[in-house]
C-alpha cells in the first residue's frame, strides 16, 4: 500500500510512521499542507494534489497534524481532507473528529453528552459573563478554545487580576473559557488509545511551583499502569469524538474523582514511547492497514 503522511514537515514522528510502514513492507511519503493544490472545473472530477503525488490515488492518508496558518489557510486545509475522504480515500484522523478534538468547547460537550466526567466549565462571548463565572468558581484556569502543550492557559482566583486577563482577551476578540480549577497535586495521566483500545499511558508531574503538567514545560513522564476503570474512560472519550487514535487527558482529582479532561485527536506520542518503550507508530500503521483492508471490496 502507499499511505501519504499530510505533516508540516519531516520530524520524528513522522519518520517513526516511514519507519513501522517500511516494516510492513509499505510505503510512506510525508507531504507539506502548503503544497496542496486542487484542480476544479476541468470537466471531470477534479484532482488534489502535492507536487507530483496524486493525492486520491493514495491508498490512505494519515493526517499527522494541521500546520499553524490564516483561518481560510486551515479551513482550506480541513476542507481538503473532507474531499479526500468523500473521494473514497480512508482519512485518519477523519477531519471531522480533527476539528471535533481541536476545539475544547466542542470536545468538553461531547464528552459531556457521553456521560463521562469534565470539570465544571463555562464558554461565553461576553467580559461580563466570564467575570460572573471566575467569582462562581474561584479559582479557575482560563484556557484558549484552540491550543496545546499549556500554551495560553491562565490560572487566576482574584477578581481583579482575572478581570485584566478577561480583559486583554476582548482585545483579541477571544471566546472564554473558563474552567473550575482542580486540586490534582500536580499529576494527570495521559492514556494513547488506538483502534478503541488504551495502548499504554504516562503519568505526568508538574515542576516544583508550576501547576501545568505538561513535559513541555518541564514536566516529568514515566509509565503508568491503568486501573480498568481509566482505560475504559479513556477509551470512551476517544469514541466520543470519533478518533481512532488519541490522547486522552485524565486529571485524578485529590477527593477521588478521575476526570476527563482533554482528547487530543492530533497527537504527539515521543515521551510515552521514551516512557514506556512502547512501538506507538506500529500501532497506529496497524490500525490504520486493518481499516484499508476492512474497507476494500472483498
Given amino acids: 500500500m502507499h499511505i ?13 510512521l516511514c519507519r513501522a510502514l517500511a516494516e510492513r513492507r509499505h510505503s510512506g511519503r510525508v507531504l507539506p499542507y502548503e503544497g496542496l493544490v486542487a484542480r476544479l472545473g476541468t470537466g471531470g472530477a477534479g484532482g488534489l494534489s502535492i507536487g507530483s503525488t496524486a493525492i486520491f490515488d493514495a491508498d490512505a492518508v494519515l493526517a499527522r497534524i494541521i500546520p499553524n496558518g490564516s483561518l481560510e489557510q486551515i479551513i482550506y486545509r480541513v476542507d481538503a481532507l473532507h474531499w479526500i475522504e468523500k473521494r473514497g480515500v480512508l482519512v485518519m484522523n477523519s477531519p471531522r473528529a480533527i476539528e471535533r478534538s481541536v476545539d475544547k468547547f466542542y470536545t468538553t460537550a461531547l464528552l459531556q453528552e ?9 464558554v461565553c462571548d461576553s467580559t461580563a459573563d466570564a467575570m460572573a463565572a471566575v467569582r462562581t468558581m474561584g479559582d479557575v484556569i482560563v484556557k484558549p478554545i484552540f491550543g496545546s502543550m499549556g500554551y495560553g492557559m491562565v490560572r487566576v482566583s482574584d477578581p481583579d487580576v482575572a478581570l485584566r486577563v478577561v480583559q486583554s482577551l476582548e482585545q483579541l476578540r477571544a471566546v472564554f473559557y473558563v474552567q473550575r480549577t482542580i486540586d490534582h497535586g500536580g499529576r494527570d495521566v495521559r492514556v494513547f488509545v488506538v483502534g478503541g483500545r488504551a495502548l499504554g499511558a504516562i503519568e505526568r508531574r508538574a515542576p516544583e511551583g508550576e501547576w501545568r503538567t505538561n513535559v513541555s514545560r518541564g514536566g516529568s513522564a514515566h509509565a503508568f499502569e491503568l486501573p480498568t476503570a481509566w482505560r475504559q474512560l479513556a477509551v470512551r ?23 476527563v479532561l482533554e482528547v487530543n485527536g492530533i497527537p504527539g ?4 514511547q521514551h516512557a514506556t518503550g512502547l512501538d506507538v507508530a506500529g500501532a497506529i500503521v496497524d490500525h490504520l492497514l486493518c481499516r484499508v483492508s476492512e474497507a476494500r471490496p472483498a
Fill in 237 to 259: 472519550a476517544a469514541a466520543a469524538v470519533g478518533a481512532d487514535y488519541a490522547g486522552v487527558d485524565l486529571l485524578p482529582s485529590r477527593e477521588g474523582t478521575v476526570f
Fill in 4 to 16: 501519504v503522511i499530510l505533516s508540516a514537515r519531516a520530524g520524528w514522528h513522522t519518520g517513526e
Fill in 114 to 122: 457521553a456521560g463521562l466526567p469534565t470539570p465544571e466549565t463555562v
Fill in 269 to 272: 506520542w515521543q515521551g510515552l
